[in-house]
Structure formats: C-alpha cells, structure tokens
C-alpha cells in the first residue's frame, strides 16, 4: 500500500511535493501512508488557495503491528492523544483558506518530543468539488512510563533524573510527574505539572516544587534534607507569529547546599591567606595547607514578569516587551563548617568562593528582530525526526535600571545584546552569534560577559555521514560576582553549581551555570574567572534501521579549556567515538556512549588509554 501511494505522488505535479509529502522523513512517511491507507484519502496535489471543508485528524498508536514490536498488545494502556486537542492546535480551520506556510507553523507548534513522535500535516481531496481538506498525523510516544536521563563516568553514576510520569494525561496533552533528580552533590524530589492548554484556552501553566536532599559522595543515598527549591510559570504565549501580544509570570526559588566537584570528588580551597579568586589557578599544595571542600549555602529568589507586543511581518518580525525583574542572591556557611565566627580562614572562604550578596531589582525594555523563515533538518540532533530550523538574522537588545521604589538594594543599569545569523546554504546549516551583557555602576562597565558560538553541519555526505562542528568562546572582564567558567566532562543539564546572570536571550531570569563539555577530562577539571573556549567536531552516520530501533555511531574531537584570562587558555584536545542508539515508540532522543582518550595530560590526568567513558541521553553539543 505504501508503495502504490508513493507511485501516486510521483505522478502528481511538482506543487504536491510543495505541499509536503516529499519533505517527509522515512518514519513520517509510514504514519501518512497508514493514515491514507485508513481513512481512505488521496493527497491533493494543488491545495493553495481552496476552501477548507474539513480538519481530520489520526493519532497512531504506540505500537505498530507492521513494526513488529514485542508490545502491540501495551497500546490498551496508553490513552492516545484526544483527536479535538490536536485539531483545537491547527492554525488552520474549516472555512479558512489553504496556506501552506500555516501548515508548516502548526507542524512546528503541535511538535512536543515528550508526546509524539511524528508530526505531519498535509492537503487532500474533499468531496466537495474546489475544497480540500487538512489531514493532521501524528504518532504518540509512551506517555505512561519512567522517564530517566543520566550520565556516568569514573564507574560513577554522577547524573541522574527519573520521572514517574503520564506524560499526556487521559490523552488531554497535560504532563503530571513525580520527578527525582540527583547529581553529584545533591537529591532533590517532588512533584511536577504542566499544562499547555489550561482550561481550553491559550494560557500555559508550569509548575515544580522540590525537597532537597544532601547525597552521599560516591554513593547513591541520601543525607539530611537540605533545602527547597521551585518553579512557576504561567504564561500567555505567542502562540501563532500572527498573535500581537504575549505576557508571562516567572518565579523561582532555591534555598539549599552548592558543591563544586573536581572530577567525583569536591573541589578543595587551599586556605593559606594569599587572596585569590577559588577558579584562579590553585597553587599545589602541601600538607601543612589546611582545605575546605568547595561548600556553602545559598539562598536566591528570581521573579519575572513581562508584556510583549509583536509587529509581525511576512518578511520580518519585530516585538518589543516590557517588565520587571528581581534578583534575590544570599550565600552563607553551612553549619558545619570548620572554623568560627571572625577567623581569617572564614573570611578567606568567603571572599574567594561567595557569589555576591545582592538584591537587585530593575525594570526593563527588550527588543527583538527575526525573519519568519524556517528550514527542516534530520539527523542533526535526532535520527530521522523533522527538526525545525529557524534561518536569517537574530537581533536581541536589553536595558534595564533598577530603581529602590521597586525594591532594589543596588544602584545600577542593566545592559544585554545578542545577535546571530543562521543559513541553510547547500543542504548543511552555517549558524554564528554572540552575546554582551555588562552592568553600568557610577558610570563604569563591570561584570561584562562576551560570548560568541559558531556552528556548521555539512549536508548528508553520500547518503550516510554528516560532519557537524561547534565551537564556543567565553570572557569576563571585571568579574565583580564571582561568576566562572568550568569545562570538563559532562556533569548533566545544568550542573550542579549555579551561576546568577541578570539577562538571558529568552527572558529566564534564573540561574544559569556555565558548564561545558569536554569528554576525556574529569567534571569541571578546569574552571577560569575570565576565559573558556570549547570545540567540537563530530563526524555522525544517519541510523542504521534495526528491527524498531534506530542506530548510529561517530568520532569526535573535542578542546576546550577555562583559565584566568585569554592569554593563560591552554589546547587541552581529546578523541574518541561513540554510539547512539534510539526507540522511537519511547522517546525523540538517542541514548549515548562515548569513549574518549585525552590526548594531552593535565594534572592527575594521563593522555591516551584507558581515557574515560560517559554514557546519557541527546547529542553532547
């Protein structure tokens, strides 16, 4: 039956493939067919223009019978997504008329990794003679399950989260979990909910509330409960590049215990009372030096509130949002700490490792520039899955004042600009950009972060390799808050140390770390207070088909290192290779493993074998 569909298609006009089976990868392609094949339907091939009779949807189960997957029988406990929840998503309604740039959008918003794994929306034939009809197809992932991604190195599982989650909640597209997350330092529990379609209307609701826990180190076990943390989001969405106006309210709070790990064990702080930044470069140490593991307490609380409004364009999108920002920042020793109030090691400790203790509170004005135009890629990130590429330039510019009559404790301005410029030239992506961000204090410049990235993929090379390379560059100039760079092996999202930056590109307004990978050298082997730079090359086969799974494997060399400054950066490189396998009925992501060998030694480090193996979830860049 597929194979009378697609002689069909080859028959049709060229404006059939504009119309979007063409376009479709090879997993995509099987749910049209089957779609087709059920509800009887034939592609139109000239849709443009035409009336709209009717919006069909399919929703394919979990699991295929023609797949022959041992687990058929499992689809009675899954509900598939309801068919009015994916229909009520479509830009696009009976009455309107047949715009395949609206088809392309509502593919991009009813994309969900965490529900579906193929999306699909095409033109065909309506009874009524000079009308068309809009086919949606989609297939759910397993919603009923244990969600888990984690990441493990030294023959230590350093990175690990599972969620007892119904990801898509009596087929409704809600998300209800109890999550558990342990990194190295810490374990963390509690309950999670979000909700896109909040009472059938567009507000969107995420929520999370965490207890902490201390983890043993080394072991899988928890300590003392040691804190709280939680996120709440509840947000008007741009959920269509025609809406006008969008708002969101942000909180989020952490109060609990940050460790900062060398490899799998703490970081120690020599406290010989020589006045240093801790990510200076540490003096080796002798026996008479007395150190303290890299522990303290930390307290913060974000707050973000904002309007935005949209000037949309075909060419060119332009929005403009105003808000209001709070940044509470409070460090403080832990309780057992081991020396007392007013000795010289504790303030020592506290000059060297503290974030600043701050409550900043601004106002602020945000504009932003991009071109609606985007490009549909595979086995970048995924294997065989659409992933939507947006292309043209990027402009984001950000001022803000903080004022005390709003709450501020400080007296500054807040300045951020990020731009970038994404092309899709010849079938691979060529994609730069870089970010300023600095606060103005009595007149003068501090606390100026400079990042720049580039990315480049090849087109698929004889239909079975892909070359993709990334590289990052980082600087701090006059790094009043302690704000640092670490580069080593991959510590999971986020890492377990968090780092307060005043603006980020999408408006978060939490905390963010500066955590990056390089994978032949133990967890935050090398930290810097004024520079980093990673690299990345990686050559990808597309998946080898096997059975129901999908596998695939690389070679890869990485370099990085975080240092005081630009001139001390050091070319620490590594090689390897590694293998990424996916289940499709399961989730969007591959799972990873890598082995790479360092090729040039640093301290406690030996170049070449046996180098170090990581294993998790998703591409590393």
Known sequence: MRGAWLCLLLLLPASAAAAGYADLGKLEREAVDDALALRGLTIEPAPQGKIIAKVQVVNLDVFLARERVPLVWANIFHRTTREHHIRRESLLQAGDRYDQDLVEETTRNLQDPSLSNVVAVLPVKSATPGMVEVLIVTRDVWSLRLNENFEAQQNQLIYFTASLS???????????????????????????????????????LDAAFYWIWKREIGQISAGPQEGTSSHFRLEYPLWSLARRWGAYLDFQHFDAVIRRFLGTDLRQIPLDGTPRNACDPLPATSPDVPTVPWVYRLKTVNTSEAVTRSFPRSSVIQRVSFGHEL??????????????????????????????????????????????????????????????????????????????????????????????????ALGGLQSVGGSWEARVVGGEMTDQ???????????????????????????LFRNTRKRYFAVGGDTGPGGNESIPSDYQVDGDSGLRAYDTVLRGYPVGEFVGCGAEFIGHIEARTMALKLAFLRLGGLLFFDAGDAAADAGSLIFYDDVGFGLRLLIPQLNTYALRADWAFPLRPAPGIAAGWPGRMSFGFRQVF
């Open 166 to 204: 119904e990801n898509n909640f009596l087929g409704w597209r809600k998300y209800l979990a109890a999550v558990f997350i342990m990194d190295q330092g810490e374990m963390a529990f509690g309950p999670y909910y979000s909700d896109p379609n909040i009472l059938g209307t567009r507000l969107k």
């Open 449 to 475: 972060l400079v990042q720049g990235r580039a990315t480049l993929a090849t087109p698929v090379l004889a239909g079975f390799l892909r070359v993709v390379a990334a590289g990052n560059l980082g600087l």
């Open 327 to 424: 940044s509470l920042v409070r460090p403080s020793f832990t309780s057992d700490f081991p020396y007392p109030d007013g000795s010289s090691q504790r303030a020592q400790f506290a000059h060297e490792v503290f974030p600043l203790s701050e409550r900043v509170s601004d106002l602020f004005l945000r504009y932003e520039l991009f071109t609606p135009r985007y490009r549909t890629f595979r086995d970048l990130n995924t294997f065989d899955f659409r992933e939507n590429i947006r292309l043209g330039p990027y402009l984001s510019l950000k001022a803000g004042r903080t004022f005390s009559w709003v709450g501020s404790q400080s007296d500054l301005g807040l300045l951020q600009t990020s731009v970038g410029l994404t092309n899709g």
